[in-house]
C-alpha cells in the first residue's frame, strides 16, 4: 500500500502543496493569504489550507463572485 494520499482526499494541505495543486508560486499563494482571500490557519509553527477553501476560492474566480 503506497504512502501516497491524494491531495483530493486531505482536508488541509501546506502552502507549497496548495501553490502547486493551483500552478501559481508560493510567493503570489502568499499573497492571496496576508490578503484574506484564500484562508489558513497554523497548528504549532506549520500553516495549513483547507481543500474546500482554496476550492472555494476558485469557484469565485471562476464566476466573478
Do not use: C
Amino acid at each position: 500500500m503506497s504512502d501516497h494520499v491524494e491531495t483530493r482526499q486531505r482536508l488541509a494541505i501546506a502552502p507549497a502543496e496548495a501553490a502547486r495543486a493551483l500552478g501559481l508560486g508560493r510567493t503570489k499563494l502568499y499573497e492571496l493569504i496576508a490578503t484574506n482571500e484564500i484562508a489558513s490557519f497554523k497548528i504549532g509553527s506549520r500553516r495549513l489550507i483547507r481543500v474546500s477553501d482554496i476550492e472555494a476560492w476558485l469557484e469565485r474566480m471562476t464566476t466573478g463572485a
